[in-house]
């Protein structure tokens, strides 16, 4: 008579089988853990962490530098030329000589005190001389900052178009609501009229900034004139 294997154990293979399988639910696969932990989309993200009308309220300051970086060294022009002239009077010095050294910075970068001076006296005639060399080389480069400018500005005037659109939108639909509730509708109307100020306001500044900055290579041509002018009387530095 043929003998045939004992029957497997089926009570304990079954047990195997349920043990993997709960090993399997319990255990989330490596890639999917990894998914949770970001976004398939990077911009979700981003929105998620800006909000837009601080966004949009912070781009008049963004214009404002911008304009800044072009017009301080115009501006400075006669403040330096004020300091130059007053550091002589005040400290007892030789003004062709400071006025030399001044001339050396703006012309080279040159940094350096040629003269005996007390420390407070030197201090400030070294930060006067590296405002002047600095006002010297922003004035050179008035023709390019505003190129810059200008493409910057027109960048934040078409960025707060599309904050401005998406976020009227968004209020819009919120308000369109029926179930909405009075006090509710007046905080959402009071942020739309909101953006519709802060909107004007952008509009209103890109139109003034573009003119200001049309003017500002001829401006920079001056100062940087005015300035080589109020130096040329000093004697050579050392």
Known sequence: MTSFPPEPNMTYS???????????????ATGCGKKDKGTANPDDAAESDVDPMVE???????????????LQPINDVDVVIDQVT????????????????????????????????NADAKAEIETML?????IAVGLK??????????????AL???????????????????????????????IQA????????NAEIKAMIGDAQQTVSSLPAKGTEALAKLTAAFAGGASAG
Do not use: F, H, W
């Open 86 to 117: 007053s550091i002589p009077t005040r400290y007892g010095l030789d003004a062709a000589s400071l006025t030399a050294m001044a001339k050396a910075s703006m012309s080279d970068g040159t940094v350096s005190v040629e003269i005996d001076v």
């Open 130 to 134: 590296k405002t002047v060399n600095g």
């Open 157 to 187: 005037g078409a960025k707060a178009t599309g904050i401005v659109a998406k976020v009227t939108a968004k209020l819009q639909a919120k308000l369109a609501n029926p179930l909405l509730k009075a006090d509710a509708k007046v905080s």
């Open 56 to 70: 949009l309220q912070a781009i008049p300051a963004e214009i404002q530098a911008e304009l800044d970086l072009v």
């Open 14 to 28: 079954t047990s195997i089988v349920l043990s993997s399988l709960c090993i399997a639910l319990l255990v989330p």
């Open 191 to 198: 942020d739309l009229d909101l953006v519709v100020g802060v």
């Open 141 to 154: 480069e008035t023709p390019a900052r505003v190129k810059t400018a200008t493409g910057n500005i027109i």
